[in-house]
């Protein structure tokens, strides 16, 4: 009996029909953007607008969906503390947008307007901003086969463009 159920039931998975996925492939700018990567980041302190800070940093991106970067950082914030961050860039070129979710225990959606400017060594080269009561937080991102650099800077009213934070991260191998 045990036999016959056996030879039953690889029957019915044999019986069924190959199906193959025919998703979009990715988007070739985000193609240079894969991989893990490491280097820092540097931000104006909170507490101390003046003074800068730099991070020894590692990050993972990948894809989440086509035009969808899962990005995962983890970084040395001094001795015997390590902080984790979450993130995901969702890319719409043809309507200029870039959705930027952040966080897991705060989540935070921020849209952005993007453009495209021309970029060097076969990799990609976006500016996107957001404006918003007042202040205007431009990012510069650059991402080539072996480099990773994104930059923020806030704009308030009159001023003069101030970075907010660097990351220069270099592809590790492995």
């Known amino acids: 009996m045990q036999r016959r159920l056996l030879l039953l039931t690889l029957g019915l998975f044999a019986a069924r029909p190959a199906s ?3 998703d979009p492939k990715p988007l070739a700018f985000l193609e240079s953007a894969l991989g893990h990567w490491a280097g820092t980041l540097t931000y ?3 507490q101390k607008p003046d003074r ?3 991070l020894k940093t590692v990050m993972t991106a990948s894809l989440a969906a086509p035009d969808e970067l899962a990005l995962y ?3 040395d914030d001094g001795p015997g503390k390590t ?12 309507g200029h947008q870039m959705i ?8 935070n959606r921020v849209e952005y307007k993007i453009s495209a400017r021309p970029a060097q060594d076969g990799g990609t080269a976006l500016d996107f901003e957001k ?3 007042g202040q205007t937080d431009q990012y510069a991102w650059e991402v080539t086969p072996r480099s990773w650099r994104l930059t923020k800077y ?4 009159s001023a003069e463009k101030r970075l907010r934070s660097k990351y220069e991260l270099a592809k590790r191998e492995g």
């Open 73 to 75: 950082y983890v970084f």
């Open 20 to 22: 193959a996925l025919y």
């Open 44 to 46: 104006r302190d909170y």
């Open 131 to 133: 404006a918003e009561d």
């Open 52 to 54: 800068m800070v730099t």
């Open 100 to 107: 930027w979710n952040t966080g897991i225990s705060k989540p």
């Open 83 to 94: 902080v984790y961050s979450y993130e995901r860039m969702k890319f719409d070129l043809a």
């Open 154 to 157: 806030e704009v308030s009213g």
